[in-house]
């Protein structure tokens, strides 16, 4: 038996007639909607499901550009948490701009047409910095808001300096001299018990600045070869995890004498909190540590082509078995965990592509391809399923869920706007008659895999 449900649309003098297949021997969304009504599953079970096979199936976005303001490779990007609105980039040649991201939601699809709107790239709505006497002379490193707004941002980069600008009038109104090359830098996003920012530099120590004393509080040593990135706990504000070229990723608590709680392994040998064990976790420096959003794993990414989950609190690998990726930066790179589906979705970037995995099943699942250089940059918007991305190719793009709905529609309707020959079968099932036109309405088919 087929369940239908058929939804008549007017728009001016043109009637949309679209048919939604509920058939249970095609679909699981009507037994969803049984489940929901019973009790049986939380009511946002439905959207989650929604929302996981639309990330799968992102693309580059059709109705949102970001206008190229960068004249060199975007090596840093940045959302900020509060409002959840602008975006911070930083390229190699020290330059730093804000962008508006308000309008890069999806828009409705129209009904009269299946291709993209036109649409006019979008400028920074702050001048870019890059001029100025107190910018960076050199590549920047990192760019990064202040968690609990957007009066300041922080920037660090291989001149030595990391420097606190302030948004509002954008100059620099604090600066710390690291004596050496700022490869990435850090501030916690929950602390409220110090204002603390982690430098990873070419030297083998973690230096901690304080935005409040604007002096140095904290030298942490444990390396062996410089340090390539570094990240505080969502979760515990004294909790940092940092990564080296010396193979190793360190876990630190800034509030013991000792600091260095142990060094990860990747192989879980007995002893691997050992702070003075020999244990590695990569084959290869490691360029890339993040949390994940609930802060019960840390996920690694080495220049040995490989990522890594780990348990926070046990400090075991899960031996995770990702497919293997392209990791050639000498530097920092940056990775993303979005929790907007109802699978965590993985974003690192391979080469001129962004590969997708399944968090927790290391399953591959899609691959985002649109840049002409090595993509340098990730990160996921806090609230809307969207994800951005900078690369060597100096643009800045927006990846949106969504687009194969509109895919599907432009595969159904030809040139002249009539159905294709090649339309779902039980859509000539359907014919209305309009205003003496007979018409044919749109089927939307869900599989089980949805």
Known sequence: MNVYIIFIRVFGDAPIINVID????????????????????????????????????AELSTNFEFERVHSAAVTSIDIDVSEARYLLSASTNGA?????????????????????AQHTP?????????????????SIGRAQWYPVDTG??????????????????????TTFDLKDRVFTHALPTNATGHCLMATATAGSSIRLCDMRSGGYTHTL?????????????????????????????LMWDIRSAKSLLGALDQYNSSGSSDATGRHTAHN???????????????????????????????????????????????????VAVSLHSERPIVYHPTGHDIALYELYTAKRVHTLTGHFGRVNTIACHPS?????????????????????ERRRRAALVDDKGTFSEHKTADASDFQLDVGGETRRPELDTWSDED
């Open 96 to 116: 730093v701009a804000i962008h508006d991201v308000m309008d890069a939601k999806p828009e409705p699809l129209s009904y009269h047409d299946a291709q993209p």
């Open 122 to 138: 979008r400028p920074a709505i702050a001048p870019v910095i890059a001029k100025l006497s107190d910018a960076h002379a050199f």
């Open 284 to 334: 290869g420096g490691v360029n890339a540590v993040t949390f994940t959003p609930d802060a019960l794993y840390i996920l690694s990414s080495g220049r040995d082509n490989r990522m890594r989950l780990w348990d926070q609190f046990t400090g075991l690998n899960t031996l995770n078995n990702y497919a293997a990726i392209e990791n050639t930066s000498r530097t920092t790179a940056q």
């Open 152 to 173: 300041l941002f922080t920037t660090s980069g291989f001149d030595h300096l990391l420097k606190v600008w302030d948004t509002n009038a954008m100059e620099c109104v």
């Open 384 to 404: 809307e399923p969207l994800v951005y991305s900078g690369g060597h190719d100096h643009e800045i793009l927006c990846w949106s869920p969504g687009t194969d």
């Open 22 to 57: 509920l058939s249970l021997k095609n679909s699981t969304m009507l037994k969803s909607i049984r489940w929901r009504e019973h009790g049986l599953e939380p009511p946002a079970r439905l959207q989650w499901r929604e929302n996981t096979r639309r990330s799968f199936a």
């Open 221 to 249: 040593q444990g390396h062996n070869d410089s340090v390539l990135s570094v990240v505080w706990s969502p979760r515990d504000q004294y909790t940092l995890v940092s990564g080296g070229r010396d193979h190793r990723l």
